[in-house]
């Protein structure tokens, strides 16, 4: 059986083994499964940095119309994940520490690091560095919505803010709080 | 050095930009609200209008411009208020400024008081007085040689005038020994 790669219409190059049905439900064999599990996360990860999504949930697999389809769905073969699949596929991204789970005590949602948290805080700093925003005070909402795109349009801020605490460690960044909110200063480091 | 540089502390300027920014925030959120709504507007009135209701469009349409109005006075205060923030931004740059003048002229003046112009002046005055001297010195001694010199030059002088004559002597002699 001859399996073929597929574009989607936004660019991004499925492999070969998402046209092939067994790669949709959990295979018995061990080794397999490992094997499959690997191809998975490989998978959605790369997904999520080519479209820059942040968040996935057991509901993507469910309901379709998401930002997911793509991936968890091919209509050529007609086959979909089913949601117990996806969730053991997250919990094991989470054991990876490819992931962590939204909300903590929930399991229905990972938001994901397609980037880790340190990757992120190196991008951050020469943002800013690269913008000429050092030693200037930033809102969290400015970095992730500025009026021109940047590599941290819409990252979320839990994730904004554990790359900012990366970064104070190390003396680059120092967090202002006010009644109102909360506010970052960046430093040549 | 043992410790790292620690962040700068943050001062009473920084929460009041901090507060500005939060401000600017907001506007700009309520601003997206706002336009959500308008677009709204947009497409019921044109489902009215699809049905035949043409007042009601119309309703929709004032309720739509209404918000078009709010969405401009929110614009002017946004502009307010990025004024009022990159002026307080430009503050701050002004007076690092002012502050490295100061240090700078602080420092000028210290060095100023090391070097006073009674210690420059007797410094000048008593390398003047040595200079003199060495070119006193350099006098003599240039004078003694050149002495010397003139001596020598002068004995020269004579031995190449005494050849200069005892050759001309000899030619004349050959041309009166050769004439006859």
Redesign the interface.
């Known amino acids: 059986m001859a399996l073929s790669t597929h574009t989607t219409p936004s660019g991004f190059l499925l492999p070969s083994i998402h046209s092939a049905p067994p790669f949709f439900t959990h295979q018995p064999n061990q080794s397999t499964h490992a094997h499959l599990t690997e191809q998975w996360m490989r998978l959605i990860l790369t997904y999520a940095r080519h479209k820059r999504l942040f968040i996935l949930r057991v509901e993507d697999a469910e309901v379709p119309g998401g930002d997911w389809d793509k991936i968890l769905r091919n209509e050529r073969i007609n086959r979909q994940i089913p949601p117990s699949y996806l969730s053991s596929l997250m919990a094991a991204l989470v054991v990876k520490n490819l992931a962590v789970y939204e909300l903590a005590k929930q399991t229905h949602a990972v938001l994901l690091h397609w980037h880790l948290p340190e990757e992120w805080a190196g991008v951050l700093h020469s943002w800013a560095t690269a913008t000429g925003q050092l030693n200037?005070?930033?809102?969290f909402?400015?970095i992730s919505?500025p009026p021109i795109p940047s590599p941290l349009s819409c990252i979320l801020i839990p994730l904004l803010r554990r790359a900012i605490t990366i970064l104070?460690r190390s003396?680059r960044a120092?967090i202002?709080g006010?009644a109102?909110?909360e506010?970052v200063?960046f430093?040549v480091g | 050095m043992g410790s790292?540089?620690?962040?700068?502390k943050?001062t009473a300027h920084?929460?009041a930009?901090?507060?500005l920014?939060?401000?600017r925030?907001k506007l700009?959120?309520y601003q997206k609200k706002i336009q959500v709504v308008l677009d709204r507007e947009h497409e019921i009135a044109k489902a009215h209008l699809a049905t035949g209701q043409k007042d009601r469009a119309v309703i929709a349409l004032r309720r739509r411009k209404y918000q078009q109005s709010l969405l401009l006075k929110t614009d002017s205060q946004m502009e307010n208020l990025e004024q009022l923030v990159s002026t307080i931004?430009f503050s701050l740059v002004e007076v690092s400024v002012l502050h490295g003048l100061k240090q700078g002229n602080e420092v000028l003046q210290e060095i100023h008081r090391e070097m006073s112009i009674e210690s420059v002046e007797k410094l000048m005055d008593e390398t003047q007085e040595a200079r003199e001297y060495q070119r006193e010195i350099g006098d003599l001694l240039a004078n003694r040689l050149t002495h010397d010199e003139e001596d020598a030059v002068q004995a020269e002088l004579l031995a190449l005038q005494g050849e200069a004559v005892s050759t001309s002597c000899r030619t004349l002699f050959y041309s009166f020994s050769h004439d006859i």
């Open positions: 200037t005070i930033l809102t909402y400015e919505d104070s003396n120092q202002i006010v109102d909110g506010g200063r430093f | 790292s540089q620690s962040t700068p943050v920084d929460r930009i901090l507060d920014k939060l401000q925030d700009k959120q931004e």
